[in-house]
């Protein structure tokens, strides 16, 4: 059965503070994404990865920062965080890069930054 | 650039039939994606129909695909208060190697 784990389901942050959202997959996937999700604007890709220790930039990257060092965890990282980066944090993988192949999601991460 | 459009809400009657609408502006897009969002979860994908077919039923759904309007839509049939969740459209771009492009997200209400 297809699983994606997130380690947390709720954080609370001070703005200024370093944190990490953890992902992992246990399905041997070589892609994986990290996008946020916010009412009305829908889900936006911060940066999605194709390889070990390889990222990519997706359409809003600015205030994030990535790290794959094994092929099953990808990780989110938010350097000083900050208000406006209140938001829910989804992580998902997918096995290659056709358009038939399915992303899963995991259950997501609602992240406060007070 | 790419745009997924969708309207925010919807409400029907448990029994009716839902229908909702999405726009695209990428007329390349291979494959275009219906996903499911229940309350505190992540995201499960519906069904998914390429973008050389007009018409894919599964069950209570069916999507339908107008590439000249740039127009798909997804009909559930039968709606249960079960299907009350919100509902993503998103599209898959030629030579972008699996990147979705999302829509905003449609809020289906069932009411008994």
């Known amino acids: 059965d297809v699983k994606v784990t997130q380690s947390s389901r709720y954080l609370v942050k001070r703005t200024g503070e370093k944190v990490f959202l953890e992902c992992v997959q246990d399905m041997d996937h070589e892609n994986m994404f990290w996008y946020r999700q916010d009412p009305g604007l829908g889900l936006r890709l911060i940066y999605f990865?194709?390889?070990?220790?390889?990222?990519e930039k997706g359409d809003i990257p600015e205030g994030y920062s990535v790290s794959r060092e094994k092929k099953e965890r990808f990780s989110l990282i938010l350097e000083s965080a900050s208000t406006n980066q209140t938001s829910m944090y989804l992580c998902?993988?997918?096995?290659?890069?056709?358009?038939?192949?399915?992303?899963?999601f995991g259950p997501g991460t609602r992240l406060t930054v007070l | 650039g790419e745009d997924v459009e969708q309207s925010l809400f919807l409400s029907v009657r448990e029994g009716d039939s839902s229908v909702i609408n999405c726009t695209y502006t990428d007329s390349s897009s291979t494959y275009l994606y219906w996903y499911k969002q229940e309350p505190g979860a992540g995201l499960q994908l519906l069904t998914y129909?390429?973008?050389?077919?007009d018409m894919k039923q599964d069950q209570r759904l069916t999507v339908l695909l107008n590439k000249k309007d740039k127009h798909l839509s997804l009909r559930i049939a039968d709606t249960q208060t079960g299907d009350s969740a919100i509902y993503f459209c998103?599209?898959?771009?030629?030579?972008?190697?699996?990147?979705?492009?999302f829509g905003q997200g449609t809020e289906l209400s069932v009411k008994p």
């Open positions: 998103a599209e898959s771009i030629n030579n972008q190697g699996g990147k979705l492009i």
């Open positions: 129909i390429f973008s050389n077919m």
């Open positions: 998902a993988s997918s096995f290659g890069t056709s358009g038939t192949d399915t992303q899963y």
């Open positions: 990865s194709y390889d070990v220790k390889m990222k």
